[in-house]
């Protein structure tokens, strides 16, 4: 029996990058292709449950008119059991977000959803299928632990532990995906993993700049970049990679958590180009990789003198009679 095919999209966080996971997602629908269970880790929980709850154009809505900081920077006393105030606001945040998803719908989606979280009580990355939890308020409390950054927001307690974002711990989970019985693995990340070229630093914060946008691209992508994939595939699955290119790299406070209209018009543009040209690349890809096969196998032509000189002289027919084996001596 053939295996059944699972298609898993991955959607690895970003922060105000998410956007670029909107027009990736565009494209793909366009192409007929669609997730049979997503994995969001940060920003890609909101843009998962947001799509598993209304599809491309909630997406879409949530993100044209979204700016970030007017929603981040807000003083509040209460909701932060580790310092007593917080002067980001993650009710307000929350309240923003939330209005794009319908929490009772995305959970009797067919589509399979998995959350990643870091558990601080624990110490450890784990992820929270939507099937682990008893109702859609679950559901909504393990998803707000999943865009929980550390130091902005406080963290979320849930059935005794207390969660913040998955992103730090475990942002682009391929081998969760492999867990999941993935076939086919499609890989949004936000995070761009090429850098431009810096033949030299001029100044010491320079070097410094430097050297958190290389820890911010190594944290974020550490998923792929250090996999063991052969030809596009991990563990046999193919995977099509969907990133934004170095425009797009680099950490800095307000690049990394400033979202504005127009920005996140550009990022859905950008996110939609780099899907076509993802999959313009996984097809070229494929192609070549079926010709060579093609030309590795010998022609009829050249089989036929090998086989000849190898074959045996026939003899008589062999006779199997009930009750033999023909493999007896």
Same mark, same amino acid.
Request: hydrophobic fraction near 40%; glycine fraction near 10%; aromatic fraction near 10%.
């Given at each position: 029996? #053939?295996?059944?095919?699972?298609?898993?999209?991955?959607?690895?966080?970003?922060?105000?990058?998410?956007?670029?996971?909107?027009?990736?997602?565009?494209?793909?629908?366009?192409?007929?292709? /669609? #997730?049979?269970?997503?994995?969001?880790?940060?920003?890609?929980?909101?843009?998962?449950?947001?799509?598993?709850?209304?599809?491309?154009? /909630?997406?879409?809505?949530?993100?044209?008119?979204?700016?970030?900081?007017?929603?981040?920077?807000?003083?509040?006393?209460?909701?932060?059991?580790?310092?007593?105030?917080?002067?980001?606001?993650?009710?307000?945040?929350?309240?923003?977000?939330?209005?794009?998803?319908?929490?009772?719908?995305?959970?009797?989606? *067919?589509?399979?959803?998995?959350?990643?979280?870091?558990?601080?009580?624990?110490?450890?990355?784990?992820?929270?299928?939507?099937?682990?939890?008893?109702?859609?308020?679950?559901?909504?409390?393990?998803?707000?632990?999943?865009?929980?950054?550390?130091?902005?927001?406080? *963290?979320?307690?849930?059935?005794?532990?207390?969660?913040?974002?998955?992103?730090?711990?475990?942002?682009?989970?391929?081998?969760?995906?492999?867990?999941?019985?993935?076939?086919?693995?499609?890989?949004?990340?936000?995070?761009?993993?090429?850098? *431009?070229?810096?033949?030299?630093?001029?100044?010491? @914060?320079? @070097?410094? /700049?430097? @050297?958190?946008?290389?820890?911010?691209?190594?944290?974020?992508?550490?998923?792929?970049?250090?996999?063991?994939?052969?030809?596009?595939?991990?563990?046999?699955?193919?995977?099509?990679?969907?990133?934004?290119?170095? /425009?797009?790299?680099? @950490?800095?406070?307000?690049?990394?958590?400033?979202?504005?209209?127009?920005?996140?018009?550009?990022?859905?543009?950008?996110?939609?180009?780099?899907?076509?040209?993802?999959?313009?690349?996984?097809?070229?890809?494929?192609?070549?990789?079926?010709?060579?096969?093609?030309?590795?196998?010998?022609?009829?032509?050249?089989?036929?003198?090998?086989?000849?000189?190898?074959?045996?002289?026939?003899?008589?027919?062999?006779?199997?009679?009930?009750?033999?084996?023909?493999?007896?001596?």
């Amino acid at each position: 029996m #053939p295996k059944r095919q699972k298609r898993v999209f991955i959607l690895g966080g970003g922060a105000a990058l998410g956007a670029h996971h909107v027009g990736a997602l565009k494209y793909l629908e366009e192409q007929g292709i /669609q #997730p049979d269970a997503i994995i969001g880790s940060s920003i890609g929980v909101i843009n998962a449950c947001a799509y598993g709850s209304g599809g491309v154009p /909630q997406l879409e809505r949530a993100w044209r008119g979204f700016s970030s900081l007017p929603n981040i920077f807000s003083p509040s006393l209460r909701h932060n059991p580790l310092i007593g105030i917080s002067f980001f606001s993650m009710d307000r945040l929350s309240a923003a977000i939330e209005r794009y998803i319908d929490f009772p719908k995305l959970l009797a989606s *067919p589509i399979e959803l998995e959350i990643v979280v870091l558990n601080l009580s624990r110490g450890r990355g784990e992820v929270f299928a939507k099937r682990d939890c008893a109702d859609w308020r679950e559901l909504r409390t393990v998803s707000r632990a999943g865009y929980a950054i550390p130091l902005l927001f406080p *963290p979320i307690e849930f059935r005794g532990d207390w969660y913040v974002d998955g992103g730090f711990a475990w942002n682009i989970p391929l081998d969760r995906a492999i867990d999941l019985g993935a076939t086919d693995i499609y890989l949004l990340a936000p995070i761009a993993s090429q850098l *431009p070229y810096r033949p030299r630093f001029r100044t010491f @914060f320079g @070097f410094v /700049q430097r @050297f958190i946008d290389v820890m911010w691209r190594t944290i974020g992508n550490m998923g792929y970049l250090y996999a063991r994939m052969d030809e596009g595939r991990f563990h046999g699955v193919p995977v099509t990679i969907i990133e934004p290119d170095e /425009q797009w790299s680099g @950490f800095g406070p307000l690049a990394v958590f400033s979202a504005y209209p127009r920005k996140n018009r550009n990022l859905m543009a950008a996110g939609y180009r780099d899907a076509k040209r993802a999959l313009a690349v996984r097809k070229r890809t494929e192609a070549e990789a079926k010709a060579a096969r093609r030309a590795s196998r010998p022609t009829r032509a050249e089989e036929t003198p090998v086989a000849a000189a190898e074959s045996p002289s026939p003899g008589p027919p062999a006779v199997l009679r009930a009750g033999e084996s023909d493999d007896e001596p």
